[in-house]
T-cell receptor
Framework: AQSVTQLGSHVSVSEGALVLLRCNYSSSVPPYLFWYVQYPNQGLQLLLKYTTGATLVKGINGFEAEFKKSETSFHLTKPSAHMSDAAEYFCAVSPFPGSQGNLIFGKGTKLSVKP | DADVTQTPRNRITKTGKRIMLECSQTKGHDRMYWYRQDPGLGLRLIYYSFDVKDINKGEISDGYSVSRQAQAKFSLSLESAIPNQTALYFC????????????FGEGSRLTVL
């Protein structure tokens, strides 16, 4: 069965520090991969996605993620955290490339940013 | 206006009551979804619909039912609410032609006493 594992339910960084949120997936075929962000009292919005092509993908608000097939990982990074980045982040995988298959979500990582 | 609108945004009810959460969208997407979010558990799929005549159970459909009244409307019902259905519920849409990206509403917070 397909699955998504996010390492660390809570991550705390200082403002200006590197943000690294980890995501590993299991899939028998190369999947489509997504990161969503949920700000307090809001719905989820897409941060970035990998489908095909370049394995380093850039998203909104300075975030980026790299698809590493050999490590089955899709970690999310941002060089310098800002207070406004405090939110919950969800990694998701679509195990069947193309229009089939429902997204499978990880359990989320809550990011705190300290002044 | 939001592309995916959920009503009500907040609801408190009592055990045994019937509750309906409604979702409407203006994105023109054919696929619609209902998810439940609980702290530490992420999002779990309740029901999904690929078009008006195609409705499917997700991983946690027990205790829930849905109705796809039109392409733009997808409602979730709890026939007899129980306290462990207290959660944040999200509606989402997706175009069948895209790469799987979901578009979410802002959520409906349900509390069952």
């Amino acid at each position: 069965a397909q699955s998504v594992t996010q390492l660390g339910s809570h991550v705390s960084v200082s403002e200006g520090a590197l943000v690294l949120l980890r995501c590993n997936y299991s899939s028998s075929v190369p999947p489509y991969l997504f990161w969503y962000v949920q700000y307090p009292n809001q719905g989820l919005q897409l941060l970035l996605k990998y489908t095909t092509g370049a394995t380093l993908v850039k998203g909104i608000n300075g975030f980026e993620a790299e698809f590493k097939k050999s490590e089955t990982s899709f970690h999310l990074t941002k060089p310098s955290a800002h207070m406004s980045d405090a939110a919950e982040y969800f990694c998701a995988v679509s195990p069947f490339p193309g229009s089939q298959g429902n997204l499978i979500f990880g359990k989320g990582t809550k990011l705190s940013v300290k002044p | 206006d939001a592309d995916v609108t959920q009503t009500p945004r907040n609801r408190i009810t009592k055990t045994g009551k019937r509750i309906m959460l409604e979702c409407s969208q203006t994105k023109g997407h054919d696929r619609m979804y209902w998810y439940r979010q609980d702290p530490g558990l992420g999002l779990r799929l309740i029901y999904y619909s690929f078009d008006v005549k195609d409705i499917n159970k997700g991983e946690i459909s027990d205790g829930y039912s849905v109705s796809r009244q039109a392409q733009a409307k997808f409602s979730l019902s709890l026939e007899s609410a129980i306290p462990n259905q207290t959660a944040l519920y999200f509606c989402a849409t997706r175009a069948s032609s895209n790469t799987g990206e979901l578009f979410f509403g802002e959520g409906s917070r349900l509390t069952v006493l």
